[in-house]
């Protein structure tokens, strides 16, 4: 399994909709590198848009234990914590987005 190759396979399944067969290829990915944090954090994504929320919670922490700079996974954070009605974990976290990223869009508009 070349597993650059298989990311980009699961990010593009992801986004034309073809959620199970990213998550399949995400789980192998982590299951051959427990630390790809691409793939830690596009299964948080996954379980977000299937509303399995507590589960993308702790994909997109492990990710983000491997790479704090990343401010899309903290808006992601924010967005899952936001679902679960976690008001003030979803501001920290949108708040932190935007600490690493000052003009991220996607974190300014969530904190609306």
């Given amino acids: 399994m070349n597993v650059n190759k298989s990311f ?8 034309t909709g073809k959620i199970r067969e990213a998550e399949s290829l ?20 996954v379980c977000y848009y299937l509303a399995n929320y507590d589960s993308a919670i702790d994909y ?22 936001k679902n679960k009605r976690q008001l003030d974990k979803a501001i920290t976290s949108y708040e932190k987005a935007l600490q690493l990223k000052p003009y991220l869009a996607m974190a300014h508009n969530n904190m609306g």
């Avoid at 980009?8 to 986004?15: E, F, P, S, V």
């Fill in 8 to 15: 980009q396979l699961a990010a593009g399944y992801y986004q």
């Fill in 26 to 45: 995400c789980r192998q990915i982590i299951r051959k590198q427990p630390k790809h944090v691409d793939a830690l954090n596009l299964l948080g994504l």
């Fill in 60 to 81: 997109i922490k492990k990710a983000l234990e491997l790479n704090p700079c990343n401010a899309e996974a903290y808006t992601n954070l924010g967005n899952a914590y």
